[in-house]
C-alpha cells in the first residue's frame, strides 16, 4: 500500500473525565456525540464523564459506549485530513469503532452494538472475572501459571506483554505467582469482565447473531485497510471478518500483530485516537521508527490536525 497512515481505536481501562473535552466543541463530531446520549441515559457524553463515579465510568457497559464515542468523534475531526491510503487496528472494543471508522458500519449502529456486545458479555461472564496485565515474563511460563487456576492469556500485546483473563480470584493468585517468578509488572485492570478468554465463548456466539441482523456495507472503501484483531490480517472477506470480530470476544486478541501488520502495510504514522495512551505506548515498542501519538496528547483538535499536517509534509 505504500506509505499509510495506521489509526488504532482504543479499547476500555483508560477513560477519563475529560476524555471529550478534544471533541465537544467540534462541528464534526456533534452527530456521533448525540447518538450516544440514548445509551447514556440522556445525558451528553462529556457531561456523562464528568458527572460518574469510578464504577460508572468503568463498568463494561458504559466503558464500551465511551470508548467507541470517543473513537467515531475524534475519527470524525480528523478524517478528511488523512492524506494517501489507512491502515485502521481496534483493540478489544475498539475494532468495533474500527468498523465504523472503516466505513462498513454507520456510527448508530456501532453504539447499538456496543451496548449488545457488552449485554452479551456481562450475561455470559457475571460480576467476578476480570483482565490482569503481566509484562516481563514469556507466554510459554505465564500460560504455565495460569492453566491450573483457570485463568487464560486474552490479549498479546508483545513478546512479554500480556493481559490474562480469569475469574478475579484466579487473577490476583496469577498476579503473585507471577512477581515471585521475575515480572516486571503484574496488575490487575479497571475491567470488569474476562473478555477474550473462553469464559466468554457463549458471548462471542450471541454477538454474531446480533451482527448477522446488522445493516453492514458490503465491501471496503478504496485505501482503507482494517485489521482483525484475532490474527492481525486484513479484512478483505467483510463476513470472514465480521464472523472474527464477533470470535474475538472469546479468544485471544492478537495486537502485537496488528502492530505489526500496520508495520508491513507501510505504515510511519501511527495515531491512537483514545481515550488515554496505552496503543501509542505499546506501538512504540514494535514500532520504534514510527512517529506515533494518541488524541489525548492534545488540547485541541487544530493541534492533532497541525500534528497530522506536519507528518504529511
Known amino acids: 500500500m505504500g506509505s499509510s497512515t495506521a489509526i488504532l481505536c482504543s479499547g476500555q481501562g483508560t477513560q477519563h473525565a475529560g476524555m471529550f473535552d478534544l471533541v465537544a466543541q467540534a462541528p464534526e463530531a456533534q452527530p456521533i456525540l448525540e447518538a450516544a446520549r440514548g445509551p447514556l441515559g440522556g445525558k451528553h457524553p462529556q457531561q456523562f464523564v464528568r458527572e460518574a463515579n469510578e464504577a460508572e465510568l468503568f463498568s463494561n457497559c458504559i466503558g464500551q459506549i465511551l470508548c467507541c464515542t470517543q473513537t467515531l468523534a ?63 515474563l514469556s507466554q510459554a511460563r505465564l500460560e504455565a501459571l495460569c492453566r491450573p487456576h483457570g485463568a487464560h492469556i486474552a490479549i498479546i500485546n508483545g513478546k512479554d506483554f500480556f493481559i490474562i483473563g480469569g475469574k478475579k480470584e484466579a487473577l490476583k493468585i496469577v498476579r503473585d505467582e507471577a512477581t515471585k517468578a521475575g515480572a516486571t509488572e503484574a496488575i490487575l485492570l479497571r475491567v470488569a469482565v474476562a473478555a477474550h478468554t473462553p469464559l466468554l465463548a457463549e458471548a462471542s456466539r450471541r454477538f454474531a447473531d446480533a451482527l448477522a441482523g446488522s445493516h453492514i ?60 495512551c496505552a496503543l501509542a505506548s505499546m506501538a512504540r515498542r514494535i514500532v520504534p521508527e514510527g512517529r506515533i501519538r494518541s488524541v489525548d496528547d492534545f488540547r485541541t483538535p487544530a493541534g492533532v490536525l497541525a500534528w497530522i499536517n506536519r507528518q504529511a509534509s
Open 74 to 136: 475524534a475519527w470524525a475531526i480528523i478524517r478528511p485530513h488523512l492524506p494517501g491510503s489507512v491502515v485502521i487496528a481496534g483493540y478489544s472494543v475498539g475494532e468495533l469503532a474500527a468498523w465504523g471508522c472503516a466505513g462498513l458500519l454507520e456510527p448508530a449502529e456501532v453504539l447499538r452494538l456496543s451496548v449488545t456486545r457488552a449485554e452479551a458479555m456481562d450475561a455470559v461472564g457475571g460480576n467476578d472475572s476480570g483482565l490482569a496485565a503481566v509484562i516481563g
Open 217 to 276: 456495507a458490503d465491501r471496503l472503501p478504496d485505501q482503507v485497510r482494517l485489521l482483525s484483531g484475532v490474527d492481525g490480517n486484513a479484512v478483505f472477506d467483510v463476513l470472514d471478518g465480521a464472523h472474527k470480530l464477533a470470535a474475538q470476544i472469546g479468544n485471544t486478541l492478537q495486537w502485537a500483530a496488528c502492530l505489526e501488520s500496520c508495520r508491513a502495510a507501510g505504515a510511519d504514522t501511527l495515531l491512537e485516537l483514545g481515550p488515554g
